[in-house]
């Protein structure tokens, strides 16, 4: 089954709502993401011909992390709702990752046991980091520990907010540079901070083929020993409890170094839909056939997020 893990739907309400509480949604609009029949139809096309059978949609980056915890709390499970009446009306095409309020704890666990067991849910979204703070922050370990109970997945989004840092931000560099290495700082936080070790059944599936990373492994598993000694083991083998999604706008050396230094078994079909839309949304899926063997490419496009989600 080919199922792409990285992929958006933004209905205006949805966004309209995050607007009224401070989260910026300009960027969401016009791209073909909504929720229209017009939309939708094109969309499902689109599938069909780069033979995708399911996207596992999230909301992320317009993720619901808003000071206000009742303003959070209302705005995830309208996004929430709006997912799983879009699963339901289109079972053989959509699943959906939880939208969380965070960085309210309890109200966030509460909504994730809502999302999973009412609404049938595959796991939940966040974004990089929450309000400033990162996600191997202890103030989040109770909504690990639920996803870990539960066997689920926990999928990382780039956040959108040049990894803190005014020289990202501040220079026009937010998505292009900023995004992977929000990428790459989450992923080493939750490494440093042992979160996959200690959560071995939550199955944590980080975007853009991990950022920086298949590039910076071997180096950090040399410099993390003695600049943070605390790490309860070496990143290489902490990374590959992890997986990873193949967006990596069709760059064949980028998908070469994942597979090399991650392992195909650690990569999973993403495409940014609908950043990668149309003809970008084929390539998104045919650079894998073209740079991997074809085994390599059966297991990262067909099999990989099948095992995952149990579909």
Do not use: C
């Not at 400033?132 to 690990?144: I, S």
């Amino acid at each position: 089954m080919r199922i792409d893990v990285h992929a958006h739907l933004w209905s205006e309400q949805y966004l309209e709502q995050l607007d009224g509480i401070g989260v910026p949604t300009l960027g969401q609009r016009g791209m073909g993401a909504g929720a229209t029949d017009e939309e939708l139809a094109a969309r499902f096309a689109q599938m069909d011909a780069a033979g995708v059978d399911l996207q596992i949609l999230s909301v992320t980056p317009v993720s619901p992390h808003v000071p206000d915890e009742a303003a959070a709390v209302h705005a995830a499970r309208t996004g929430n709702d709006e997912y799983a009446a879009a699963v339901a009306e289109h079972p053989d095409r959509f699943r959906a990752f939880a939208a969380l309020p965070l960085p309210h704890v309890d109200a966030s666990v509460k909504e994730l046991t809502r999302a999973l067991d009412d609404l049938g849910m595959v796991g939940a979204a966040v974004t990089t980091s929450v309000l400033g703070r990162g996600l191997d922050d202890p103030a989040f370990e109770p909504v690990y520990e639920e996803l870990n109970r539960r066997g689920s997945v926990l999928y990382v989004h780039p956040a959108g907010a040049g990894a803190g840092s005014d020289l990202i931000a501040g220079h026009n560099l937010t998505w292009s540079i900023g995004a992977p290495i929000e990428d790459t700082v989450a992923v080493m936080h939750l490494i440093l901070a042992g979160i996959p070790s200690r959560h071995p059944d939550m199955k944590i599936i980080a975007s853009h083929l991990g950022g920086a990373l298949p590039m910076v492994l071997n180096r950090t598993d040399h410099q993390v020993p003695w600049e943070s000694p605390g790490t309860p083991e070496l990143p290489s083998v902490a990374a590959r409890r992890m997986w990873f999604d193949t967006v990596g706008h069709d760059h064949a050396p980028a998908l070469r170094a994942a597979v090399d230094t991650l392992g195909p078994d650690r990569l999973v079909l993403g495409t940014d839909f609908p950043y990668q839309a149309k003809a970008e949304y084929q390539a998104a899926i045919d650079y894998i056939g073209r740079t991997v063997s074809a085994e390599q490419a059966t297991a990262i496009l067909d099999t990989n997020a099948a095992a995952i989600f149990g579909l």
